[in-house]
C-alpha cells in the first residue's frame, strides 16, 4: 500500500524531526533501567515506535496512529507500566483529527474509545496481579472514565481545529469568488464604455468626415467646421479610450462618469455630424438624481444616438426624457428611421444590459415608419 505524506514545508519537517528526537532522548532516559536486558529491550522498542509515530505526526497521521497502536501493543506485552512517553498517544489521537484523511479521522475517533476500554483495562489487571477483585470495581468504572476523557479530549480538540481550518479556507475561497467575480464585472463596464466611447465618436467623425468631402469644393468653410468636429471629437475619444485603459492597469481607481450636466455636450457632438435632434426634459427632475441612474441613462442615450446616426435614413431624431419621483423614462425615436438596428446588435444588447443592472427595462424595436428605443430606470435601485 503506498502512503501519501502531507505537504509540509521544509522548516516544518525539520522541527518535527528534531522535537521528536529531543523526545525520543529523553523517553530513553526515562524508561531503560541499567541491568535489565529484557526490559530495556522493550524499552528500547517501545520508545522507538513512540518516538516514530510523533515524529510522522503531521506528515502522515494514519501511520502515526499504527505506530502508536504498535507501540501501546509493545508497551502491554512487555508488561511496562505507563509512562510520559504514552504523552504520544494524544498528540496522535489529535493529529488524526486535525489533518488525517476522511478515513484517518473516524479511525482516530474509534481509536478513542478502544484505547480508553484497552487502557483502563491493563491498567486495572496490572494493578491487582492480573485477577479482576470485586472490590475495585470503582477504580475500574473511574480509570475507565478518566481515560476515556482525556482520550475524546484530545480527538475533539483536533476535530475543532479541523473544522475551524476548513470555515477559514472555505472563506477565503469565497472572497477570491467574489473579488474575481467583482473585477469580472468591472472588466465587463469598461468593455462597454469603450464600445460606447469608441463606437459615438467613431460615428460622429465618419459623418463629419462624409459631409466634408462633399462639401469641400463648394463650401470651405463647412468642410474647415468639419474637421474641427472631427479634431475635438476625436481628442476627446482619445482621453476617454486613455482613462479607461488606466482603468484596467488600476481597477481601484475609478475615473469621472458622466452625468446629466454632458448631455449637452453630448447633444451638441451628435448635431454637428448633422443630425436635426430634439430634445424635451418633461417634467424635469425633483432632486439630484442617483450617479449610476445618470450614467445608466447616459451611456444608453449615447448608443441609442449613435445608432440613429450610423443607421437612420432621416437625420431627425427626438429625445424625450420624463423625471418621475420614482423612476425615468427615455424615449429616442428616430423619426422615419429607414434601416434600424438589429434588436441582436451589440449596441442594443449593451443598452439593455445597462437598463437591467440599474435595475429597468428597455425595448428597441421599429413603430410605424420609426425606430423606437425606451428605456425605463427606476430612482434609486441598485447598480
Known amino acids: ?12 519537517r525539520t522541527v518535527d524531526l528534531v522535537v521528536a528526537g529531543v523526545f525520543g532522548l529523553f523517553s530513553i532516559v526515562i ?9 530495556n529491550l522493550g524499552a528500547f522498542l517501545f520508545v522507538g515506535l513512540m518516538t516514530a509515530a510523533f515524529a510522522f505526526r503531521r506528515l502522515q497521521p494514519g501511520l502515526a496512529l499504527f505506530l502508536a497502536w504498535v507501540g501501546a501493543c509493545v508497551q502491554m506485552a512487555f508488561l511496562r507500566d505507563p509512562s ?16 488525517g484523511s476522511r478515513r484517518v479521522f473516524w479511525a ?17 489487571l496490572r494493578g491487582v496481579d492480573g485477577v479482576i477483585n470485586p472490590n475495585s470495581l470503582f477504580a475500574v468504572l473511574a ?16 476535530a475543532l481545529v479541523r473544522t475551524a481550518r476548513r470555515a ?29 466611447v469608441v463606437a459615438h465618436s467613431l460615428a460622429v467623425v465618419i459623418a463629419q468626415a462624409d459631409g466634408a468631402r462633399y462639401a469641400a469644393a463648394q463650401d470651405p468653410e463647412a468642410a474647415t467646421q468639419a474637421l474641427s468636429t472631427i479634431s475635438t471629437t476625436a481628442r476627446a475619444a482619445l482621453s476617454d479610450v486613455r482613462l479607461l485603459l488606466q482603468q484596467l492597469r488600476h481597477s481601484q481607481a475609478d475615473g469621472p ?15 454637428a455630424a448633422g443630425v436635426d435632434l430634439q430634445a424635451t426634459v418633461d417634467p424635469a427632475p425633483d432632486a439630484e438624481p442617483p450617479a449610476t441612474v445618470q450614467l445608466a441613462l447616459y451611456r444608453i442615450l449615447q448608443e441609442a444616438l449613435t445608432n440613429a446616426l450610423r443607421h437612420g435614413a432621416d437625420r431627425r431624431v427626438a429625445v424625450q426624457i420624463a423625471w418621475h419621483p420614482d423612476r425615468v423614462e427615455l424615449t429616442v425615436r428616430n423619426l422615419r428611421g429607414g434601416a434600424a438596428p438589429s434588436t441582436g ?38 447598480s
Open 84 to 99: 510520559p512517553t504514552d504523552v504520544v498517544v494524544f498528540v496522535v489521537l489529535y493529529v488524526t483529527a486535525a489533518y
Open 108 to 124: 482516530g475517533f474509534a481509536s478513542a474509545f478502544v484505547g480508553a476500554g484497552v487502557a483502563s483495562a491493563y491498567v486495572v
Open 31 to 39: 524508561e531503560v533501567e541499567p541491568g535489565d536486558v529484557g526490559g
Open 1 to 12: 500500500m503506498r502512503i501519501t505524506l502531507r505537504p509540509l514545508l521544509r522548516y516544518q
Open 168 to 196: 477559514a479556507a472555505n472563506a477565503a475561497a469565497q472572497r477570491a469568488a467574489e473579488e474575481a467575480t467583482i473585477a469580472e464585472q468591472e472588466r465587463v463596464r469598461i468593455a462597454r464604455d469603450m464600445h460606447d
Open 143 to 158: 480509570v475507565l472514565l478518566a481515560s476515556g476523557f482525556a482520550f475524546v479530549l484530545a480527538w475533539v480538540t483536533g
Open 257 to 271: 462618469q458622466p452625468t446629466l450636466a454632458d448631455l449637452e455636450v453630448l447633444y451638441a457632438q451628435v448635431r
Open 345 to 382: 446588435g451589440h449596441g442594443v444588447i449593451g443598452m439593455r444590459e445597462r437598463a437591467q443592472l440599474a435595475g429597468g427595462t428597455l425595448s428597441a424595436q421599429p413603430e410605424a415608419d420609426d425606430f423606437v428605443v425606451r428605456a425605463m430606470l427606476p430612482i434609486g435601485a441598485p
